[in-house]
Protein backbone atom coordinates (compact mmCIF):
# COMPACT_ATOMS: atom_id res chain seq x y z
CA UNK A 1 0.00 0.00 0.00
CA UNK A 2 1.48 3.75 -1.21
CA UNK A 3 1.91 6.15 2.04
CA UNK A 4 0.90 9.24 0.79
CA UNK A 5 3.10 11.94 0.44
CA UNK A 6 2.76 14.97 2.72
CA UNK A 7 1.90 18.35 0.68
CA UNK A 8 5.39 20.63 0.77
CA UNK A 9 4.66 24.27 0.20
CA UNK A 10 6.58 25.90 -2.18
CA UNK A 11 10.39 27.70 -1.48
CA UNK A 12 8.66 31.36 -1.40
CA UNK A 13 5.83 29.54 1.71
CA UNK A 14 8.80 26.47 3.13
CA UNK A 15 7.97 27.98 6.56
CA UNK A 16 4.08 26.92 6.13
CA UNK A 17 5.35 23.45 6.33
CA UNK A 18 5.68 23.88 10.19
CA UNK A 19 2.17 23.01 11.65
CA UNK A 20 2.31 25.56 14.48
CA UNK A 21 3.46 28.25 12.03
CA UNK A 22 0.84 27.39 9.63
CA UNK A 23 -1.98 27.82 12.53
CA UNK A 24 -0.84 31.04 13.41
CA UNK A 25 -0.26 32.67 9.88
CA UNK A 26 -4.17 31.72 9.34
CA UNK A 27 -5.30 33.06 12.43
CA UNK A 28 -2.64 36.29 13.00
CA UNK A 29 -3.86 37.15 9.04
CA UNK A 30 -7.80 37.22 9.98
CA UNK A 31 -6.81 39.00 13.29
CA UNK A 32 -4.20 41.78 11.35
CA UNK A 33 -6.88 42.60 9.06
CA UNK A 34 -9.41 43.85 12.14
CA UNK A 35 -6.29 45.59 13.79
CA UNK A 36 -6.19 47.84 10.29
CA UNK A 37 -9.79 48.50 10.12
CA UNK A 38 -9.29 49.60 13.86
CA UNK A 39 -6.34 51.94 13.47
CA UNK A 40 -7.66 53.61 9.86
CA UNK A 41 -11.19 54.17 11.87
CA UNK A 42 -9.66 55.23 14.85
CA UNK A 43 -7.43 57.96 13.20
CA UNK A 44 -10.56 59.35 11.24
CA UNK A 45 -12.54 59.45 14.64
CA UNK A 46 -10.06 60.96 16.13
CA UNK A 47 -9.47 64.01 13.46
CA UNK A 48 -13.47 63.66 12.78
CA UNK A 49 -14.24 64.53 16.63
CA UNK A 50 -10.79 67.38 17.32
CA UNK A 51 -9.95 68.06 13.54
CA UNK A 52 -6.18 68.08 15.50
CA UNK A 53 -2.94 66.93 14.13
CA UNK A 54 -1.23 67.90 17.38
CA UNK A 55 -4.09 65.14 18.75
CA UNK A 56 -3.50 62.35 15.89
CA UNK A 57 0.06 62.30 17.56
CA UNK A 58 -1.24 61.73 21.54
CA UNK A 59 -2.92 59.44 20.45
CA UNK A 60 -0.37 57.51 18.81
CA UNK A 61 2.30 58.53 21.63
CA UNK A 62 -0.33 57.00 24.46
CA UNK A 63 -0.69 53.68 22.39
CA UNK A 64 3.26 53.15 22.36
CA UNK A 65 4.14 54.99 25.44
CA UNK A 66 3.75 52.02 27.61
CA UNK A 67 6.13 49.73 25.28
CA UNK A 68 8.93 52.11 26.80
CA UNK A 69 8.40 51.20 30.59
CA UNK A 70 7.04 47.81 30.11
CA UNK A 71 8.72 45.95 27.25
CA UNK A 72 11.84 45.50 29.09
CA UNK A 73 10.02 43.48 31.60
CA UNK A 74 7.93 41.76 29.61
CA UNK A 75 10.86 40.72 27.74
CA UNK A 76 12.13 38.89 30.93
CA UNK A 77 8.73 37.30 31.28
CA UNK A 78 8.90 35.88 27.72
CA UNK A 79 12.13 34.36 28.47
CA UNK A 80 10.41 32.61 31.87
CA UNK A 81 6.92 31.57 31.01
CA UNK A 82 5.42 29.90 28.43
CA UNK A 83 5.00 31.91 25.28
CA UNK A 84 2.13 30.83 24.03
CA UNK A 85 0.15 31.88 27.16
CA UNK A 86 1.41 35.33 27.32
CA UNK A 87 -0.14 35.54 23.64
CA UNK A 88 -3.59 34.10 24.59
CA UNK A 89 -3.61 36.38 27.49
CA UNK A 90 -2.44 39.27 25.59
CA UNK A 91 -4.89 38.93 22.52
CA UNK A 92 -8.06 37.93 24.94
CA UNK A 93 -7.07 41.52 26.71
CA UNK A 94 -6.82 43.17 22.78
CA UNK A 95 -10.01 41.57 22.36
CA UNK A 96 -11.87 43.49 25.27
CA UNK A 97 -10.43 46.49 24.14
CA UNK A 98 -11.96 46.05 20.58
CA UNK A 99 -15.49 46.02 21.98
CA UNK A 100 -15.30 48.63 24.48
CA UNK A 101 -14.28 51.09 21.99
CA UNK A 102 -17.08 49.45 19.79
CA UNK A 103 -19.80 49.84 22.20
CA UNK A 104 -18.36 53.22 22.82
CA UNK A 105 -19.46 54.47 18.89
CA UNK A 106 -21.66 52.37 18.80
CA UNK A 107 -23.80 54.34 21.38
CA UNK A 108 -22.42 57.66 20.31
CA UNK A 109 -20.91 58.46 23.54
CA UNK A 110 -17.31 58.25 22.63
CA UNK A 111 -15.29 61.01 23.68
CA UNK A 112 -11.73 62.18 23.35
CA UNK A 113 -10.09 60.86 26.79
CA UNK A 114 -12.12 57.82 25.93
CA UNK A 115 -9.85 57.08 23.15
CA UNK A 116 -6.91 58.16 24.45
CA UNK A 117 -7.25 55.88 27.50
CA UNK A 118 -7.74 52.59 25.36
CA UNK A 119 -4.75 53.86 23.62
CA UNK A 120 -3.02 53.50 26.85
CA UNK A 121 -4.67 50.11 27.09
CA UNK A 122 -3.87 48.68 24.27
CA UNK A 123 -0.09 50.18 24.36
CA UNK A 124 0.26 47.88 27.77
CA UNK A 125 -1.42 44.79 26.09
CA UNK A 126 1.45 45.20 22.96
CA UNK A 127 3.84 46.14 25.21
CA UNK A 128 3.82 42.00 26.45
CA UNK A 129 2.21 40.79 23.45
CA UNK A 130 5.47 41.75 20.88
CA UNK A 131 8.70 40.13 22.78
CA UNK A 132 6.63 37.47 23.42
CA UNK A 133 5.14 36.97 19.48
CA UNK A 134 8.48 37.95 18.33
CA UNK A 135 10.33 35.59 20.66
CA UNK A 136 7.69 32.92 20.00
CA UNK A 137 8.73 32.63 16.05
CA UNK A 138 11.68 30.47 16.78
CA UNK A 139 9.44 28.26 18.65
CA UNK A 140 7.09 27.16 15.96
CA UNK A 141 9.48 26.78 13.13
CA UNK A 142 11.88 23.55 14.21
CA UNK A 143 14.11 24.60 11.11
CA UNK A 144 16.35 27.51 11.96
CA UNK A 145 17.11 27.51 8.15
CA UNK A 146 13.31 28.66 7.59
CA UNK A 147 12.88 31.43 10.36
CA UNK A 148 14.32 34.19 8.01
CA UNK A 149 11.48 33.07 5.67
CA UNK A 150 8.92 32.68 8.24
CA UNK A 151 9.64 36.62 9.60
CA UNK A 152 9.44 37.30 5.96
CA UNK A 153 6.12 35.31 5.78
CA UNK A 154 4.84 36.94 8.79
CA UNK A 155 5.57 40.67 7.52
CA UNK A 156 3.93 39.78 4.13
CA UNK A 157 0.98 38.81 6.29
CA UNK A 158 0.87 41.76 8.33
CA UNK A 159 1.44 44.14 5.02
CA UNK A 160 -1.15 42.39 3.08
CA UNK A 161 -3.78 43.09 5.91
CA UNK A 162 -2.19 46.86 5.83
CA UNK A 163 -3.45 46.68 2.53
CA UNK A 164 -6.61 45.63 2.79
CA UNK A 165 -7.52 46.71 6.14
CA UNK A 166 -7.41 50.31 5.33
CA UNK A 167 -9.62 49.92 1.82
CA UNK A 168 -12.19 48.12 3.51
CA UNK A 169 -11.91 50.97 6.64
CA UNK A 170 -12.34 53.73 4.86
CA UNK A 171 -15.55 51.66 2.52
CA UNK A 172 -17.31 51.33 5.73
CA UNK A 173 -16.60 54.46 7.30
CA UNK A 174 -18.53 56.45 4.49
CA UNK A 175 -20.96 53.84 4.38
CA UNK A 176 -21.87 53.13 8.26
CA UNK A 177 -19.58 54.46 9.93
CA UNK A 178 -16.67 54.38 11.89
CA UNK A 179 -18.09 52.01 14.55
CA UNK A 180 -18.46 48.67 12.64
CA UNK A 181 -14.61 48.60 12.20
CA UNK A 182 -13.89 48.21 15.61
CA UNK A 183 -17.08 45.20 15.43
CA UNK A 184 -15.09 43.72 13.49
CA UNK A 185 -11.76 44.07 14.75
CA UNK A 186 -13.33 42.54 18.08
CA UNK A 187 -14.84 39.59 16.31
CA UNK A 188 -10.98 39.10 14.07
CA UNK A 189 -9.39 37.97 17.67
CA UNK A 190 -11.20 34.91 18.28
CA UNK A 191 -9.47 33.24 15.18
CA UNK A 192 -5.96 33.82 16.48
CA UNK A 193 -6.86 32.93 19.83
CA UNK A 194 -8.07 29.63 18.58
CA UNK A 195 -5.34 28.71 16.52
CA UNK A 196 -2.56 29.44 20.03
CA UNK A 197 -5.12 26.73 21.65
CA UNK A 198 -4.70 24.44 18.74
CA UNK A 199 -1.01 24.36 18.38
CA UNK A 200 1.39 21.43 19.89
CA UNK A 201 4.05 23.01 21.61
CA UNK A 202 6.89 21.29 22.56
CA UNK A 203 7.47 22.11 26.71
CA UNK A 204 10.96 23.95 27.21
CA UNK A 205 12.73 25.16 30.36
CA UNK A 206 10.74 27.79 31.80
CA UNK A 207 13.89 29.89 32.82
CA UNK A 208 15.64 30.78 35.90
CA UNK A 209 12.50 31.61 38.16
CA UNK A 210 14.68 31.78 41.19
CA UNK A 211 16.67 34.76 40.00
CA UNK A 212 14.83 38.15 40.56
CA UNK A 213 13.35 40.04 37.52
CA UNK A 214 15.37 43.01 38.04
CA UNK A 215 18.60 40.94 37.82
CA UNK A 216 17.61 39.01 34.90
CA UNK A 217 16.68 42.68 33.53
CA UNK A 218 19.86 44.44 34.07
CA UNK A 219 21.78 40.98 32.59
CA UNK A 220 19.78 41.43 29.21
CA UNK A 221 20.54 45.15 29.34
CA UNK A 222 24.30 44.45 29.46
CA UNK A 223 24.39 41.65 26.47
CA UNK A 224 22.29 44.01 24.54
CA UNK A 225 24.82 47.32 25.08
CA UNK A 226 27.98 44.77 24.97
CA UNK A 227 26.91 43.35 21.76
CA UNK A 228 27.75 45.88 18.64
CA UNK A 229 25.77 44.39 15.87
CA UNK A 230 22.54 44.40 18.06
CA UNK A 231 23.14 47.40 19.67
CA UNK A 232 23.80 49.51 15.90
CA UNK A 233 20.80 47.53 14.63
CA UNK A 234 18.92 48.84 17.44
CA UNK A 235 19.88 52.52 17.54
CA UNK A 236 19.47 52.59 13.93
CA UNK A 237 16.14 51.07 14.34
CA UNK A 238 14.83 53.33 16.60
CA UNK A 239 16.39 56.59 14.62
CA UNK A 240 13.83 55.24 11.99
CA UNK A 241 10.83 54.49 13.96
CA UNK A 242 11.47 58.33 15.51
CA UNK A 243 11.85 60.12 12.34
CA UNK A 244 10.32 58.07 10.14
CA UNK A 245 7.46 55.63 10.92
CA UNK A 246 5.10 58.00 12.23
CA UNK A 247 4.69 59.98 9.14
CA UNK A 248 1.58 57.60 8.93
CA UNK A 249 0.36 59.55 11.66
CA UNK A 250 -0.41 62.42 9.57
CA UNK A 251 -2.57 60.39 7.04
CA UNK A 252 -5.74 62.02 7.37
CA UNK A 253 -3.94 65.36 7.23
CA UNK A 254 -2.92 64.66 3.56
CA UNK A 255 -6.26 63.06 2.87
CA UNK A 256 -8.53 66.11 3.95
CA UNK A 257 -5.97 69.07 3.97
CA UNK A 258 -3.64 68.41 0.66
CA UNK A 259 -5.66 65.97 -1.55
CA UNK A 260 -8.78 67.59 -0.69
CA UNK A 261 -10.51 63.73 0.20
CA UNK A 262 -11.91 61.90 2.51
CA UNK A 263 -11.94 58.92 4.34
CA UNK A 264 -11.42 56.74 1.28
CA UNK A 265 -8.83 59.02 0.17
CA UNK A 266 -7.00 58.07 3.86
CA UNK A 267 -8.15 54.63 3.32
CA UNK A 268 -5.93 54.81 -0.74
CA UNK A 269 -3.16 56.57 0.63
CA UNK A 270 -2.47 53.82 3.79
CA UNK A 271 -3.12 51.08 1.43
CA UNK A 272 -0.48 52.22 -1.06
CA UNK A 273 2.05 52.10 1.86
CA UNK A 274 0.78 48.70 2.90
CA UNK A 275 0.97 47.10 -1.11
CA UNK A 276 5.16 48.77 -1.26
CA UNK A 277 5.61 47.00 1.94
CA UNK A 278 3.78 43.94 0.72
CA UNK A 279 5.86 43.31 -1.80
CA UNK A 280 9.33 44.22 0.30
CA UNK A 281 8.21 41.38 2.65
CA UNK A 282 7.29 38.81 -0.78
CA UNK A 283 11.05 40.36 -1.88
CA UNK A 284 12.59 39.07 1.42
CA UNK A 285 10.37 35.44 1.71
CA UNK A 286 12.15 34.41 -2.08
CA UNK A 287 15.45 34.78 -0.27
CA UNK A 288 17.29 31.13 0.80
CA UNK A 289 18.85 32.56 3.93
CA UNK A 290 19.80 35.72 6.19
CA UNK A 291 23.06 36.33 4.48
CA UNK A 292 23.30 39.73 3.05
CA UNK A 293 20.48 41.29 5.18
CA UNK A 294 23.01 43.98 6.63
CA UNK A 295 23.18 45.36 3.59
CA UNK A 296 19.50 45.55 2.51
CA UNK A 297 19.15 47.55 5.90
CA UNK A 298 20.86 50.33 4.97
CA UNK A 299 19.82 50.50 1.09
CA UNK A 300 16.22 50.28 2.13
CA UNK A 301 17.15 52.82 4.95
CA UNK A 302 17.73 55.55 2.12
CA UNK A 303 15.31 54.28 -0.27
CA UNK A 304 12.27 55.27 2.39
CA UNK A 305 13.88 58.31 3.72
CA UNK A 306 13.78 59.17 -0.05
CA UNK A 307 10.59 57.91 -0.77
CA UNK A 308 9.03 59.79 2.32
CA UNK A 309 10.74 63.22 0.75
CA UNK A 310 8.95 62.26 -2.63
CA UNK A 311 5.83 61.79 -0.87
CA UNK A 312 5.82 65.15 0.86
CA UNK A 313 6.75 67.22 -1.96
CA UNK A 314 4.14 65.12 -4.17
CA UNK A 315 1.98 67.80 -5.32
CA UNK A 316 -0.94 65.45 -7.09
CA UNK A 317 -2.39 62.14 -5.54
CA UNK A 318 -0.93 59.60 -7.62
CA UNK A 319 2.40 60.45 -7.27
CA UNK A 320 1.82 60.28 -3.66
CA UNK A 321 0.87 56.88 -4.03
CA UNK A 322 3.89 55.98 -6.04
CA UNK A 323 6.18 57.14 -2.83
CA UNK A 324 3.77 55.72 -0.69
CA UNK A 325 4.14 52.58 -2.43
CA UNK A 326 8.66 52.79 -2.14
CA UNK A 327 8.55 53.90 0.96
CA UNK A 328 6.32 51.15 2.50
CA UNK A 329 8.76 48.62 0.72
CA UNK A 330 11.90 50.39 2.78
CA UNK A 331 10.51 50.58 5.57
CA UNK A 332 9.43 47.06 5.70
CA UNK A 333 12.72 45.82 3.97
CA UNK A 334 14.72 47.86 6.75
CA UNK A 335 12.91 46.43 10.35
CA UNK A 336 11.99 42.98 8.52
CA UNK A 337 16.28 42.31 8.03
CA UNK A 338 16.48 44.37 11.45
CA UNK A 339 14.14 41.65 13.35
CA UNK A 340 15.80 38.73 11.38
CA UNK A 341 19.27 39.20 11.92
CA UNK A 342 18.52 40.06 15.83
CA UNK A 343 16.54 36.57 16.40
CA UNK A 344 19.48 35.38 14.37
CA UNK A 345 22.45 36.10 16.63
CA UNK A 346 20.96 36.34 19.83
CA UNK A 347 21.18 33.95 22.51
CA UNK A 348 18.17 31.54 22.76
CA UNK A 349 18.25 32.04 26.34
CA UNK A 350 18.42 35.95 26.31
CA UNK A 351 16.26 35.99 23.13
CA UNK A 352 12.78 37.51 24.83
CA UNK A 353 14.42 40.17 26.41
CA UNK A 354 16.34 41.28 22.85
CA UNK A 355 13.43 41.22 21.10
CA UNK A 356 11.78 43.87 23.65
CA UNK A 357 14.40 46.21 23.33
CA UNK A 358 13.26 45.73 19.48
CA UNK A 359 10.22 46.36 20.21
CA UNK A 360 11.05 49.77 22.63
CA UNK A 361 13.22 50.40 19.25
CA UNK A 362 10.20 49.74 16.98
CA UNK A 363 7.13 51.38 19.26
CA UNK A 364 8.41 52.81 21.76
CA UNK A 365 10.54 55.24 20.29
CA UNK A 366 8.03 55.99 17.84
CA UNK A 367 6.15 57.17 20.96
CA UNK A 368 7.68 59.88 20.56
CA UNK A 369 7.78 60.33 16.96
CA UNK A 370 4.17 60.34 16.79
CA UNK A 371 4.04 63.09 19.28
CA UNK A 372 6.94 64.99 17.75
CA UNK A 373 5.33 64.87 14.32
CA UNK A 374 1.49 66.06 15.67
CA UNK A 375 3.27 69.24 17.16
CA UNK A 376 5.64 69.87 14.35
CA UNK A 377 2.65 69.54 11.85
CA UNK A 378 0.92 72.12 13.57
CA UNK A 379 3.72 74.91 13.24
CA UNK A 380 5.26 73.91 10.01
CA UNK A 381 2.81 71.67 8.38
CA UNK A 382 2.88 68.32 7.46
CA UNK A 383 4.54 68.27 4.34
CA UNK A 384 7.98 70.06 5.59
CA UNK A 385 7.67 67.57 8.67
CA UNK A 386 7.79 64.48 6.34
CA UNK A 387 10.51 65.75 4.24
CA UNK A 388 12.65 66.82 7.47
CA UNK A 389 12.04 63.37 9.00
CA UNK A 390 12.84 61.67 5.26
CA UNK A 391 16.42 63.66 5.45
CA UNK A 392 17.16 61.57 8.76
CA UNK A 393 16.38 58.49 7.45
CA UNK A 394 18.69 58.93 4.95
CA UNK A 395 21.58 60.36 7.47
CA UNK A 396 21.07 56.60 9.13
CA UNK A 397 21.13 54.97 6.74
CA UNK A 398 24.78 56.58 5.79
CA UNK A 399 26.24 55.67 8.84
CA UNK A 400 25.18 52.13 8.94
CA UNK A 401 26.40 51.75 6.01
CA UNK A 402 29.70 53.17 7.54
CA UNK A 403 29.43 50.42 10.17
CA UNK A 404 28.84 47.62 8.25
CA UNK A 405 32.48 46.11 7.99
CA UNK A 406 32.63 46.11 11.76
CA UNK A 407 29.46 44.23 12.22
CA UNK A 408 30.68 41.71 9.55
CA UNK A 409 33.53 40.42 11.69
CA UNK A 410 31.37 40.63 14.75
CA UNK A 411 28.47 38.43 13.37
CA UNK A 412 30.36 35.87 10.93
CA UNK A 413 31.53 33.81 14.31
CA UNK A 414 27.92 33.75 15.03
CA UNK A 415 26.71 32.60 11.90
CA UNK A 416 29.43 30.00 12.03
CA UNK A 417 28.63 28.48 15.20
CA UNK A 418 24.86 28.42 14.30
CA UNK A 419 25.59 26.65 11.27
CA UNK A 420 24.33 29.27 9.11
CA UNK A 421 28.10 29.59 7.12
CA UNK A 422 29.93 26.19 6.57
CA UNK A 423 33.34 26.13 7.21
CA UNK A 424 35.45 23.90 5.13
CA UNK A 425 36.11 21.20 6.95
CA UNK A 426 39.42 20.28 5.15
CA UNK A 427 41.10 23.68 6.06
CA UNK A 428 41.61 24.80 2.43
CA UNK A 429 40.10 27.90 3.39
CA UNK A 430 42.29 29.01 6.32
CA UNK A 431 45.27 27.69 3.89
CA UNK A 432 44.10 29.85 0.77
CA UNK A 433 42.56 32.58 2.54
CA UNK A 434 45.49 34.18 5.12
CA UNK A 435 42.96 37.06 5.75
CA UNK A 436 39.67 36.21 6.90
CA UNK A 437 37.29 37.96 4.42
CA UNK A 438 33.82 38.43 6.39
CA UNK A 439 30.94 37.92 4.85
CA UNK A 440 27.99 40.34 4.84
CA UNK A 441 25.27 39.69 7.48
Known amino acids: MTEKKKFK ?8 NHRNFRLFFMGQGISLIGTWLQTTALSWLVYRLTGSALLLGVVGFASQLPSIFLSPF ?3 LSDRWRKRDMLIATQSLALLQASIIAVLVLTKTVQTWHIIAMALFIGV ?25 ALAINSAMFNSARLIGPTIAGILIAVVGEGMCFVLNAVSFIAVIYALIIMNVKP ?19 YVAGSRPIRIILLNLGLASLVGMPYMTLMPVFAKNVYHGGAHTMGFLMSAAGAGALCGAVYLASRKNVLGLGRHIYLAGAVFGAAMIG ?48 AIAFLGVSTF ?23 FVIAGAVVFF ?29 ATEPVETPVKP
Open 74 to 76: AGV
Open 369 to 391: GNLLYGWLAGIIGGSKTVAIGGF
Open 204 to 222: RASGRKNERVMDELITGFK
Open 311 to 358: FALSPVLWIALIMLFTAGAGMIILTASSNTILQTISEEDKRGRVMSFY
Open 9 to 16: WPLLLRAL
Open 125 to 149: INSFDVPARQSFMMEMIEDKNDISN
Open 402 to 430: LEMPVLRMHIRPIYIKNGIIKELETGLQA
